[in-house]
């Protein structure tokens, strides 16, 4: 069949969390025999076109506005949505799968897929089918509840609220055949918030793909002071939300027993970098504290089998966390946020342990747990291995998605494409 999958950032100029897995499910579709395409963005004009990327065909489209407009251009990106139409046209495709189109391609390519494919898909990936964004409120961090109001809302976009933007967006995931969740957790948000009939499926990951070298892990200790230390991981972008300071504050706890402990941050070095590191410094710990800067998809993977602990600390709702199961697929275990769908990705006393964010000493506590007793990090390490391969397997993510696609055409028209 022909697959056309829509997501604003993709590889290889994004490496965010729903662009890796919108890629990684692309190429999984490509390699079980089907014609796979991609309509992206990006902000550079000169950027824009096609290009041939792992084998998928992957068309760009150029677009860059003012954040502060995201909750009205969000819905309707007039220049994106025209390109974004001739795109359907000359594709043809019978499926379209729509991931994270909040930003540049807009909800209404959801209207336009109706109109040219056979099936449409759509797969939330975050809060922002239903918020301004983070959900990050006093009563989901308090109670776990995640309703949100009109004034939660304000309080958010200020003078940047459209009070018609959850209206619209409700109108046009009804143009979906089918709603997916990438967690439990997702599906009850948005359940919560108006947005039913939503399935389940989780994000995958091919774990033979993360073997790593030896003689590469020397060479990433060696190049970043890792040899000999203990290595605490912290990869994502860099916030507040993302639990940057909890974690800092975490770690001068962690240091007074373990003084060779260090937290290894991976991402660009923004201003909130600098910032944690101001914080660091504040507290007497800046040694502790090792920024790579940007490093590339593989390095990354190198990052992880030179670490001996996984942070995830998130202080938001963050509906998978993919950084959870590239530590499995790394053997290492996670020390993972209550918050979001990680408590259904890591299994706490088994893979890893559920902590409160924030609570730094909670953090600082279950790390030091596995730091003074290797063998039980071994353990869970293994046992991180052992569930990505059974339960986040991407081939066989990539069969659920293909069967949804196979039944729903043949709700349609019959027979199989």
Partial sequence: MRILFL??????????????????????????????FVITTCRDKNDAGEEDYEGLKVFKIASNYSGKWRPYVSLYNRPVVRQVEELLKRIEPDVVHANNIHFYLSYYCLKLAKRYAKVVIFTARDAMTFNFGKLETKRYLENFDCHTTWLDH?????????????????????????????????????????????????????????????DAVAGFQMKHNLLNKKVLFFNGRLSASKGGAKTVEALTGIVKEIPDGVLLVAGIIDEYAYAMKEYAQNLGIE??????????????????????????????????????????????????????????????????????????????????????????????????????????NLDEKVSQYLSHYQALLNEGQGGNI
């Fill in 7 to 36: 997501q604003d950032d993709f590889p290889p100029r994004s490496f965010g969390g729903a662009g890796i897995s919108t890629h990684e499910l692309a190429v999984g579709m490509k390699e079980a025999g089907h014609n796979v």
């Fill in 154 to 214: 304000l309080q958010q976009a200020k003078k940047r609220w459209n009070p018609f933007r959850n209206f619209f967006i409700r109108r046009y995931l009804k143009y979906a055949d089918k709603k997916i969740a990438i967690s439990k957790a997702l599906e009850k948000a948005l359940e919560q918030n108006s947005i039913s009939n939503v399935d389940v499926i989780y994000n995958g990951i091919n774990a033979d793909e993360w073997h790593i070298n030896q």
């Fill in 287 to 392: 040694k502790h504290l090792i920024f790579t800067g940007w490093i590339e998809r593989d390095e990354i993977k190198v990052a992880y089998a030179a670490s001996d602990i996984v942070l995830m600390p998130s202080i938001c709702f963050d509906a998978f966390g993919r950084v959870n199961i590239e530590a499995m697929a790394s053997r290492k275990p996670v020390v993972g946020t209550c918050y979001g769908g990680t408590p259904e990705v890591v299994v706490d006393g088994v893979t890893g342990y559920i902590v409160n964010p924030l609570h730094p000493e909670e953090i600082a506590e279950k790390t030091l747990d596995l730091l003074r007793n290797p063998k039980k990090a071994e353990k869970f390490g293994k046992a991180g291995y052992e569930r990505v391969k059974t339960h986040f």
